[in-house]
């Protein structure tokens, strides 16, 4: 069983920073790309930013140049560094981990996601 949790969200003034948190843990073999989403209210969710195991990283284009994601790989850890916050980046921000782990006697690649963190940027 593997079990992924986001932490660091909260309330921010735009123009603020947060720095959210997910750490994945269990029977872990190993992660391959971890990434951060997001979904607002009466939106789907949306990508925000990946991170390859070996440090290759993919943004959305809103949040190119602000926000910033780097991984931990022997804590299992992925990290997205928000700067210059807008009120439009108020979502829920969920962390994803693509985990090989083990089912049985094998080997298994499976997608986790976390419980979801609150950010909210507002005056």
């Not at 872990?28 to 930013?49: S, T």
């Not at 140049?65 to 980046?89: C, H, W």
Request: glycine letters at 10%.
């Amino acid at each position: 069983q593997v079990q992924v949790v986001e932490s660091g969200g909260g309330l921010v003034q735009p123009g603020g920073s947060l720095r959210l948190s997910c750490a994945a843990s269990g029977t872990i073999f190993r992660i391959n790309a971890m990434g951060w989403y997001r979904q607002a209210p009466g939106k789907q969710r949306e990508l925000v930013a990946t991170i390859t195991s070996d440090g290759s990283t993919n943004y959305a284009d809103s949040v190119k140049g602000r926000f910033t994601i780097s991984r931990d790989n022997a804590k299992n850890t992925v990290y997205l560094q928000m700067n210059t916050l807008k009120p439009e980046d108020t979502a829920v921000y969920y962390c994803n981990a693509d985990v090989l782990t083990t089912d049985g006697d094998v080997l298994r690649e499976y997608d986790y996601w976390g419980q979801g963190t609150q950010v909210t940027v507002s005056s």
